[in-house]
């Protein structure tokens, strides 16, 4: 009689301290948890998403081809008149280069028309990206808009160097143009289109600086970003708080 008397009085006590000490094992990973461990499982949530509700104008493509088209014409022509316009210093320039006493004069000269063309070269760029930024707003099709007009300008001014005489060509050269020579021109070719990809892209850039279209993006993201950084740290104290509820609750009925 003593003995079933004591039997359950121990499976009791022995229930009472597994009990407590299952507890006391849960209570401790929620608290020393690290946030490895519960940060995967926020990453399956679905997040919400927010769309951007900003109608873009309408063939834009079309648009940046044909601006691209124009300033690569212009620029090549205006290049040409500045050539022509001074070709009796294109001609000193030959006849020195050819006999090697090329004076200091003639050099400055020329470095200035260099240096003229390529101020022409960066404005039109710009001004093709920028006008492209108020028409298409978006800033990919300004680059297209100056690659495509790197790319036209320098295939005008390598067709028109071929000709005979014409007085841009300070070094003559009669070689049959062959897969080597044509090596190096394409790659001044590649250095065209993405210069001027390069300068259009940084006005359209800053044509739209302040569109609503990339304002709200931006907001989109900053909002995101914010988000992403708390979110985890959040995530356990709500973990934690709403573990450590349970346990108080479950102790309390007990």
């Known amino acids: 009689m003593q003995n079933t008397l004591h039997e359950p009085t121990t499976s009791q006590s022995t229930e009472t301290v597994t009990h407590s000490e299952s507890k006391e094992s849960l209570r401790d990973e929620i608290l020393f948890a690290g946030a490895s461990s519960l940060i995967p499982s926020r990453a399956s949530r679905t ?3 927010t769309s951007i509700s ?4 309408e063939r834009g493509l079309s648009s940046a081809l044909i601006a691209g088209t124009i300033a690569g014409v212009l620029f090549a022509l205006l290049t040409i008149l500045i050539i022509l316009i001074n070709t009796g210093t294109a001609h000193a320039a030959i006849l020195q280069i050819a006999m090697d006493s090329l004076t200091v004069k003639t050099a400055l000269v020329l470095a200035a028309l260099e240096l003229l063309t390529l101020v022409l070269g960066l404005l039109i760029g710009f001004v093709t990206g920028f006008v492209v930024g108020k028409i298409a707003v978006l800033r990919r099709l300004g680059f297209l808009a100056g690659m495509c007009a790197g790319t036209i300008y320098y295939l005008i001014i390598f067709l028109v160097s071929l000709l005979p005489g014409y ?18 021109p394409f790659l001044l070719l590649c250095l065209w289109s ?3 990809g390069l300068i259009g892209l940084f006005g359209t850039w800053l044509a739209t ?11 989109i993201v900053r909002r995101h970003v914010r988000e992403d950084k708390n979110a985890g740290f959040d995530y356990l104290i709500n973990e934690k708080t709403d573990a450590i509820k349970n346990l108080s609750l479950s102790e309390s009925r007990q």
């Open 209 to 219: 600086v302040r569109h609503p279209y990339y304002l709200q993006r931006e907001r």
């Open 54 to 57: 900003f109608s873009l104008p």
């Open 47 to 49: 997040q919400p998403t």
């Open 194 to 196: 993405i210069g001027g």
């Open 167 to 184: 007085p841009g060509n300070l070094i003559t050269n009669a070689a049959p143009m062959t897969t080597t020579r044509l090596i190096i």
